[in-house]
């Protein structure tokens, strides 16, 4: 196989995980009304926490700007608080209200069962395998050079609907 064959038999295998997570959340959204990101947001802070947005942000792997985006809309519907920081008032902190707190705690599972299942029957070695390579592809990705173009505030995308957009950057990046 070369070199090219190589990297697009890794691409095609990317695109689909990247197929199988935007279904996974499609799917959420049906069941509980929010999306995956969604899910991860209010599980995140579900248990009384308050994290800056950055800090959301870096654990969630996604642009601030994207999770600003998944922010508004949980504040929205009542699921979630901002403030400022006392100490910095540069920083916004944001925590889950008791209905997003519920919410996350009966929102349906983000992994299909049998992707967990097979997960969890692979040695170990084999996991931390998968892991490995999954990270160093990232780390391949994420060039200094590359623009997250749907985060750019002039983007028509950006428009899009708020699923739309939180499937587009979130799931894809997120899992």
Not at 37 to 65: I, N, T
Request: no cysteine.
């Amino acid at each position: 196989m070369s070199q090219e064959q190589l990297a697009e038999a890794v691409f095609a295998a990317l695109r689909r995980i990247t197929r199988a997570m935007d279904r996974q959340s499609r799917a959420m959204m049906r069941r509980g009304g929010l999306t995956g990101p969604q899910v991860l947001v209010l599980r995140l802070l579900a248990g009384g926490e308050e994290l800056s947005v950055g800090a959301l942000a870096q654990q969630m792997s996604l642009s601030q700007a994207t999770v600003t985006g998944i922010i508004n809309r949980l504040e929205l519907r009542g699921l979630m608080r901002r403030r400022r920081d006392q100490q910095d008032k540069r920083r916004v902190l944001v925590s889950a209200t008791p209905a997003g707190q519920s919410l996350a705690e009966g929102a349906p599972s983000m992994w299909q069962d049998s992707f967990m299942n097979q997960l969890s029957q692979q040695a170990d070695w084999e996991r931390t395998l998968m892991l490995a390579s999954l990270q160093r592809l990232a780390g391949m990705m994420e060039t200094p050079d590359t623009i997250d173009v749907l985060d750019l505030p002039d983007n028509p995308q950006a428009s899009q609907s708020p699923a739309a957009s939180d499937q587009r950057s979130g799931m894809a990046a997120a899992g």
